[in-house]
């Protein structure tokens, strides 16, 4: 949980306010990878901005472009 809390920090400073929602959540590094944009608007609530920003650094994240710290 901590990581993914890191990763959302490292994606934008911003979103940082964002965090607690995915701590609440129980999002781990194992979840991050499962998760869908109707999860992260509809079941957690995020605004469309990040939503997007997410998603997309997610897809990356998936095909193993990048790695979770």
């Given amino acids: 949980v901590d990581d993914v809390q890191n990763w959302l920090i490292n994606l934008d400073q911003k979103f940082c ?3 607690h ?3 609440q959540q129980e999002i781990d590094g194992q979840a991050l990878l499962l998760l869908q944009e109707d999860h992260l608007a509809h079941q957690m609530g995020l605004k469309l901005g ?18 979770l710290l």
């Fill in 17 to 19: 306010d964002l965090t």
């Fill in 21 to 23: 929602i995915f701590r």
């Fill in 50 to 67: 990040p939503v997007l920003k997410i998603s997309a650094a997610l897809k990356m994240l998936q095909a193993g472009s990048i790695v």
